[in-house]
């Protein structure tokens, strides 16, 4: 990749472009990444080296799990709090962790959203002012794109690929042809997965955060001892739906006798009703990925909360083998909200002199995919909207 000047505000005609005047790109840049977007806070310094592999030299995650576990969900005000509590030492921990000097870093990489707003602006005005303060560039990163880009922080993960993408806030399918370039193959036109787990633990009074403690709840229960719905199932399109099957499963459960048995059972059909509902869904999507990608083999992409969930994991593992896809998936300490997969979204853009205003606004909602956000009548319903 050549060396690249920075654009200059008149050539972006963009005002208070990040940073004025022009300097040449650095070739291994180092990138702080910060996340803040839900109920994690996080920053990470990362170098990405000539030949476009990362080392990711820290990797500092803050999780506010004690926070919201009263309130079995996360409770936007405390999040805020929490962030601009935490951030300033984590930024701290993960610079000294990483071994460098500020002086040293070549870009700030902060989400900028999809996510609670409280917390968006928290990180992004923490990035806006080390990023002035230390005259590099500014670089505004879709949190969506960070999980979709988070299998390259273990190794190479060539595009195209197909993407999964199941978390707390999100459930997509995309087609991902290379940076910025996504198209959606589906979506939930309801819940997103991990919200179906987290209100399914509410419910169930299994603690918060709910996909790990359904995960082990199920562990001890038989998948097939309670009836639930696979919404959508056998329809000819990629979308998803949630918010049957998580009020089936608060019906089973008032039902209940409430012992840990039945507990364990409403967990293990729950949760293989979700993996049902994934892989279905996600073999539709692999047709009408194959329609542009052809008929060799193709990568198939996890990321996001939910995918460290090993049963989900294990059975889209089974897809893949039966449908000549790949599965690639991010360690499991990076499929959760983490800000190394932020400043690896940095990293490329910063190669491509993607760099944004120092009055970058946060955004609550930004579509990964545009295009198909507007176009795309799944994305149009449900009583939030998009979950984008
Ligand atoms: O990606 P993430 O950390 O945050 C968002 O961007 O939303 O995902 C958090 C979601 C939560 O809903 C959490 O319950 C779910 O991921 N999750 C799991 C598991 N671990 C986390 N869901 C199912 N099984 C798990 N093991
Ligand atoms: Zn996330």
């Avoid at 709910?210 to 719905?229: D, F, H, I, S, Y």
């Avoid at 990076?334 to 997969?341: E, G, L, V």
């Amino acid at each position: 990749m050549p060396l690249t000047a920075f654009k200059s505000p008149v050539q972006n005609n963009v005002q208070n472009k990040a940073p004025l005047g022009v300097k040449p790109l650095i070739s291994e840049p180092l990138i702080l990444g910060i996340e803040s977007s839900c109920d994690e806070t996080a920053a990470s310094v990362l170098k990405r080296n000539k030949d476009g592999s990362v080392q990711i030299l820290s990797s500092i995650v803050a999780s506010q799990d004690e926070e919201h576990a009263p309130f079995g969900g996360v409770v936007p005000e405390i999040a805020a709090r929490a962030h601009m509590q935490k951030l300033d030492i984590i930024i701290e921990r993960a610079v000294t962790e990483a071994d460098v000097d500020y002086k040293d870093l070549s870009a700030v990489a902060a989400t900028s959203g999809p996510g609670l707003i409280g917390g968006v602006i928290t990180g992004l005005l923490s990035a806006k002012g080390l990023a002035m303060s230390l005259d590099i560039p500014l670089i505004a990163i879709n949190h969506l794109e960070g999980h979709a880009l988070s299998p390259r922080l273990a190794g190479a993960c060539e595009f195209p690929y197909l993407l999964l993408l199941i978390s707390g806030g999100h459930t997509q399918l995309l087609s991902v042809k290379g940076l910025g370039d996504y198209q959606r193959l589906g979506s939930t036109v309801d819940d997103a997965a991990g919200e179906a787990f987290d209100k399914t633990a509410k419910v169930m009074g299994l603690g918060f955060p709910g996909g790990p403690n359904v995960e082990r709840t199920a562990q001890k229960g038989n998948p097939k001892a309670v009836a639930l719905p696979r919404p959508f199932k056998g329809k000819d399109h990629a979308d998803f739906s949630f918010a049957g099957l998580k009020t089936a499963v608060a019906r089973a459960y008032d039902a209940s006798e409430k012992t840990p048995l039945a507990k364990a059972d409403i967990a293990a059909s729950f949760q293989q009703a979700v993996c049902d509902v994934l892989t279905e869904r996600t073999g539709k999507a692999m047709t009408m990925f194959r329609k542009e990608a052809g008929s060799g083999p193709q990568r198939f992409v996890i990321a996001g909360g939910v995918a460290s969930n090993t049963q989900i994991r294990t059975a889209l593992d089974k897809l893949c083998a039966e449908n000549n896809f790949t599965l690639l998936a991010p360690p499991l300490k990076y499929c959760t909200d983490n800000a190394a997969m932020i400043a690896l979204a940095g990293a490329e853009h910063y190669m491509r002199a993607n760099f944004d205003s120092y009055d970058v606004k946060a955004r609550p909602r930004w579509p990964l995919d545009a295009v198909s956000a507007k176009n795309n009548p799944a994305s149009g319903f449900g009583k939030r909207g998009p979950k984008s």
